[in-house]
């Protein structure tokens, strides 16, 4: 019974491996990929983040286990100037994390043009709001 185990845990293993791309603190996603490593249990994620200050972009690029991999990425953020970090998980496939950075840029992108239309709506309603004063101010003079 011991063997059989052993043996199905010996046959199984090499199957549920993840290999992800692994970096750290490069300025590129194409850095990043240059280096590859299979994932040891419980290391079941490969894990991307990228940090954004000013100019200077570093990506980190490791295997993570899912919990702590979704825990880092839900406490990411970024601020309406692009500065901040943002965090992506992927384990669907081998070196799922290849265009990570990629994603993680858009995704940011989208971030900020959502930010920056929120802003504008906002600056209309200002000014919707200014001129429905005055014009109260100056109709009851």
Known sequence: MLLRLFLLAVLISPVLSLDCYVCSSSATNDECNQNTQECQAPLDTCMTTIDILGATTAIVKQCASLATCTGASSSATVDSN???????CCNSFNLCNFSGAESIHIHSVLLLLTAANAGTDNQKRMKRVTVENNTKTHGAS
């Open 82 to 88: 692009g500065n901040g970090n943002i965090v992506n």
